[in-house]
C-alpha cells in the first residue's frame, strides 16, 4: 500500500470510488456480454443493467422504469435542454455550464446573495410562460440547497403547462432526493459524484415528459438512448446507489468537520468570505476567500502543499476566473477573484482537515508577512 501523500479535498470535481464501486466495476468486467444478446451471457449482463437501475431508482424513491443510462450529467443536460430547442427557457444563474452553454438564449433567474433562487423574481418572471425551468438542486461551488419543492409548487400554479428540470448531480449521497415527491419532469445524475465510476449517469423522466434523442440506432434504453450499455460502469453506478443509500447518514456527519474547517479559518483570518454560509447548505462543501489574493496563488500554494482543492467547477478548469456563480450572487470582483471550493469526500478525515487548516495557516503567514513588508 503506498504512502499517502496528498489531501484529497476536490469531491465536487469528482468523488473517490468506493471499495464496494470497485468490486462491482472488477466482477462485472471479468464478464462478457451484450445485454441485447438472447444467451446467458447476455441475459446476465442485462441483470446487471437492470439490477443497476432498480438500485438508482431506490436511491431516488421512484419506479425503475422512469431511469434511463446516460454517458453523465452533461448528456442528460443536453438531452433535455435539447428537447426544447427553439422554445421559451428560463435557468437559475448559477447553472452547470452544461445547462448554461446548452441554452445560451435562456432567461437567467436571479438569486439571491446567499446563492438561492430568488422566489419573488421568479414568480414576476412567470408571468412569461416558459416551456422549461431548469434550476439544479445543489450548486456545486456554494453547497447551497435551492427550493425545488417550492419552486415547483409556484410553477404549477402559476404556469401549469411549463416543465421542470432538476440538475441533481451535488445533491445524491449527500442529501435524501424523493423524485416523486419533487414532482419535477426531468432528473439529472452522475455517478462519480458520489462514489461511482466517470462517464456514466442517468436521466430519470416522470410520466408522460418527453425528450427528443439525442442518440440514434439501435434499440437499447428503450429505444431513448442508443449504443451498447457500458455494462460495468453501470454496474459501478448502481453499487454507488446503493452505498448511497445506506452512507447517507455519515456523510452528513461531515458537517462537523466542515464547520471546524470554517472556525478555525476564520478565526486566523476574520475578513474571511464564507459564500452561501446564511443558506442551507450540503455538508460537505465550503467556498471561501481570502481577501485580496487570487484563487490562482492559494491554489498553486496549496498543491504543493499536497492540498487537492479548487476554484471552482472542475469543469471549467484552466484559467482562474471570476466564478459566473459568485456574480449571481453579486460578490465584488475583488472578492471573487480569491474563492477557493473545499469539498470533503465520504472518506475525508479529521486528520484531513487538520492538514488543510495547517497548511492554510502557513499559507496565510506568508501572505500577511509578505504584505507587511
Known amino acids: 500500500m503506498p504512502l499517502k501523500t496528498r489531501t484529497y479535498?476536490?469531491?465536487n470535481a469528482t468523488m473517490p470510488l468506493k471499495p464496494?464501486?470497485?468490486?462491482?466495476?472488477?466482477?462485472?468486467?471479468?464478464?462478457?456480454?451484450?445485454?441485447?444478446?438472447?444467451?446467458?451471457?447476455?441475459?446476465?449482463?442485462r441483470k446487471r443493467v437492470e439490477d443497476a437501475r432498480a438500485a438508482v431508482a431506490d436511491l431516488l424513491s421512484t419506479n425503475p422504469a422512469y431511469v434511463f443510462f446516460t454517458g453523465g450529467a452533461t448528456e442528460s443536460n443536453n438531452t433535455v435542454i435539447n428537447s426544447f430547442r427553439g422554445k421559451k427557457i428560463f435557468i437559475s444563474a448559477i447553472e452547470h455550464p452544461s445547462v448554461l452553454e446548452a441554452a445560451p438564449d435562456a432567461q437567467k433567474?436571479?438569486?439571491?446573495?446567499?446563492?438561492?433562487?430568488?422566489?419573488?423574481?421568479?414568480?414576476?418572471?412567470?408571468?412569461?410562460?416558459?416551456?422549461?425551468?431548469?434550476?439544479?438542486?445543489?450548486?456545486?461551488?456554494?453547497?447551497?440547497?435551492?427550493?425545488?419543492?417550492?419552486?415547483?409548487?409556484?410553477?404549477?400554479?402559476?404556469?401549469?403547462?411549463?416543465?421542470?428540470?432538476?440538475?441533481?448531480?451535488?445533491?445524491?449521497?449527500?442529501i435524501p432526493v424523493d423524485f416523486s415527491a419533487l414532482q419535477v419532469d426531468y432528473l439529472s445524475l452522475s455517478a462519480h459524484k458520489f462514489g461511482g465510476p466517470q462517464g456514466i449517469g442517468a436521466l430519470v423522466l416522470a410520466p408522460g415528459a418527453k425528450?427528443?434523442?439525442l442518440l440514434r440506432g439501435g434499440g437499447q434504453e428503450k429505444r431513448q438512448?442508443?449504443?451498447?450499455?457500458?455494462?460495468?460502469?453501470?454496474?459501478?453506478?448502481?453499487?454507488?446507489?446503493?452505498?448511497?443509500v445506506t452512507d447517507m447518514e455519515n456523510f452528513q456527519s461531515l458537517a462537523a468537520l466542515r464547520d471546524r474547517l470554517e472556525a478555525?479559518?476564520?478565526?486566523?483570518?476574520?475578513?474571511?468570505?464564507?459564500?452561501?454560509?446564511?443558506?442551507?447548505?450540503?455538508?460537505?462543501?465550503?467556498?471561501?476567500?481570502?481577501?485580496?489574493?487570487?484563487?490562482?496563488?492559494?491554489?498553486?500554494?496549496?498543491?504543493?502543499?499536497?492540498?487537492s482543492v479548487s476554484s471552482g467547477s472542475a469543469c471549467s478548469s484552466g484559467s482562474v476566473k471570476v466564478s459566473h456563480v459568485l456574480e449571481a450572487m453579486q460578490v465584488p470582483e475583488s472578492e471573487?477573484?480569491?474563492?477557493?471550493?473545499?469539498?470533503?469526500?465520504?472518506?475525508?478525515?479529521?486528520?484531513?482537515i487538520d492538514l488543510f487548516t495547517a497548511a492554510w495557516l502557513e499559507m496565510h503567514g506568508r501572505i500577511k508577512a509578505r504584505i507587511a513588508a
Do not use: C, Y
Open 20 to 45: 464496494g464501486v470497485i468490486s462491482a466495476i472488477a466482477a462485472t468486467l471479468a464478464e462478457t456480454g451484450n445485454a441485447s444478446s438472447m444467451h446467458g451471457d447476455g441475459r446476465l449482463a
Open 109 to 174: 433567474i436571479p438569486v439571491t446573495a446567499d446563492g438561492v433562487i430568488d422566489m419573488d423574481k421568479l414568480e414576476t418572471m412567470l408571468a412569461g410562460q416558459p416551456d422549461l425551468i431548469s434550476v439544479m438542486l445543489v450548486n456545486n461551488e456554494t453547497g447551497t440547497i435551492q427550493p425545488i419543492a417550492e419552486i415547483v409548487r409556484l410553477v404549477r400554479k402559476i404556469s401549469p403547462q411549463t416543465r421542470i428540470h432538476t440538475d441533481a448531480v451535488q445533491a445524491l449521497g449527500r
Open 9 to 11: 479535498l476536490d469531491a
Open 211 to 213: 425528450i427528443e434523442k
Open 264 to 307: 478555525t479559518l476564520e478565526k486566523a483570518e476574520p475578513r474571511l468570505r464564507i459564500f452561501g454560509a446564511g443558506a442551507p447548505r450540503v455538508s460537505n462543501t465550503t467556498q471561501i476567500a481570502l481577501p485580496g489574493i487570487q484563487a490562482e496563488t492559494q491554489l498553486m500554494a496549496l498543491d504543493l502543499a499536497g492540498m
Open 225 to 244: 438512448r442508443a449504443g451498447t450499455e457500458n455494462i460495468a460502469a453501470i454496474a459501478g453506478l448502481g453499487e454507488a446507489a446503493r452505498l448511497a
Open 336 to 352: 471573487a477573484l480569491g474563492a477557493i471550493r473545499v469539498s470533503l469526500a465520504w472518506n475525508t478525515t479529521q486528520n484531513d
